[in-house]
């Protein structure tokens, strides 16, 4: 069967996030990974904004990013066509590093700094891309599986979820990245 421009974009896309995934797994380039595919606030290296876009160290991580990218992306790519969607993507991604680097460094005496990896940023602009273009369409999220949710309520959820993170303090996920991601995905699709 021959692959869509979507799946060909796609494959593309998880295919770099997986090289990346590979080489954390091989201690000795641990320092090289360290350097160019991790995010600190604060420091110089502004290409990490773009390179942690594509960065995991964990499995699970890895696996969920990508598991969204390929469910999201399909649709968001058929509307927008490639260029946009690449567009929309990284900018969804880069936008909520930026956003993230910008409210550690505003609350660095209140928490540490801590560095950033992942898509997360760049995934929620696509389920948010998603639930403009399809509101009405159920998908199960993760911790409630096999419920189904319209993407139109569980955007909200996933924000809110977000939200409480910001304001109760919780470190496991980069809230402030996910809201960004989320938002950037809305804008981009209402105003291009």
């Known amino acids: 069967a021959t692959m ?43 290409i990490t904004l773009l390179t942690s876009c594509f960065s995991h160290q964990e499995f699970f ?20 066509g490639r260029e946009q969607f690449v567009a929309m993507y990284l900018s969804a991604g880069i936008g909520a590093n930026v956003v993230s680097h910008a409210c550690s460094l505003a609350l660095r005496n209140s928490r540490p700094l801590l560095p950033s990896l992942g898509a997360s940023g760049a995934i929620y602009g696509l389920v948010a891309s998603t639930a403009v273009l399809y509101p009405n369409s159920s998908i ?45 995905g809305l804008g981009y699709m209402y105003y291009g």
Not at 61 to 80: E, I
Not at 156 to 169: E, Q, R, T, Y
């Open 61 to 80: 991580h890895f696996a969920l990013n990508m598991v969204g990218l390929w469910s999201f992306g399909r649709v968001v790519h058929d509307t927008l």
């Open 4 to 46: 869509s421009e979507a799946e060909k974009t796609l494959t593309g896309l998880i295919a770099i996030n997986t090289v990346v995934f590979a080489c954390w797994q091989i201690p000795r380039l641990t320092p090289f990974m360290s350097k160019w595919f991790l995010h600190l606030p604060g420091s110089r290296q502004n």
């Open 140 to 184: 199960s999220l993760i911790f409630l599986p096999m419920i189904p949710i319209k993407l139109g309520y569980a955007l909200p959820a996933l924000m809110s979820f977000d939200l409480a993170g910001i304001v109760f303090k919780w470190r496991m996920f980069d809230h402030y990245a996910h809201l960004a991601g989320a938002g950037l």
